[in-house]
């Protein structure tokens, strides 16, 4: 059993930057592939970017290549996920994501955080 908690959300004008953590319980976190996965309103969740155990293969939503950067701190049980050049349309509930395989699909994903409110003004 994973529990995952994010923070760091919160209100942002258009440009700005936002750095969200997602602290997890339980020893075996790095043996997880952890995600990012965003919600907004009316809207289906969607995928963000992906992060293997080691860092090295990540994956990323093409709305937010370039912007976006994602890391893990295995010693810390915690994934991260650095939000640069912010827009409105990055405006969204984010969660974070634990599963044990390597995967963009939501529904592979065996454990959710509550989320955290992301709002961008213009």
């Known amino acids: 059993q994973v529990q995952l908690v994010e923070s760091g959300g919160g209100l942002v004008q258009a440009g700005g930057s936002l750095r969200l953590s997602c602290a997890a319980s339980?020893?075996?976190?790095?043996?997880?592939?952890m995600g990012w996965f965003r919600q907004a309103p009316g809207k289906e969740r969607g995928f963000v970017a992906s992060?293997?155990?080691?860092?090295?293969?990540?994956n990323w939503a093409d709305s937010v290549k370039g912007r976006f950067t994602i890391s893990r701190d295995n010693a810390k049980n915690t994934v991260y996920l650095q939000m640069n050049s912010l827009k409105p349309e990055d405006t969204a509930v984010y969660y974070c994501?634990?599963?044990?395989?390597?995967?963009?699909?939501?529904?592979?994903?065996?454990?959710w955080g509550q989320g955290t409110q992301v709002t961008v003004s213009s």
């Open positions: 994501a634990a599963a044990t395989m390597q995967t963009t699909t939501p529904v592979y994903y065996n454990y």
């Open positions: 992060i293997d155990w080691s860092g090295s293969n990540i």
């Open positions: 339980g020893p075996t976190f790095r043996n997880y592939y």
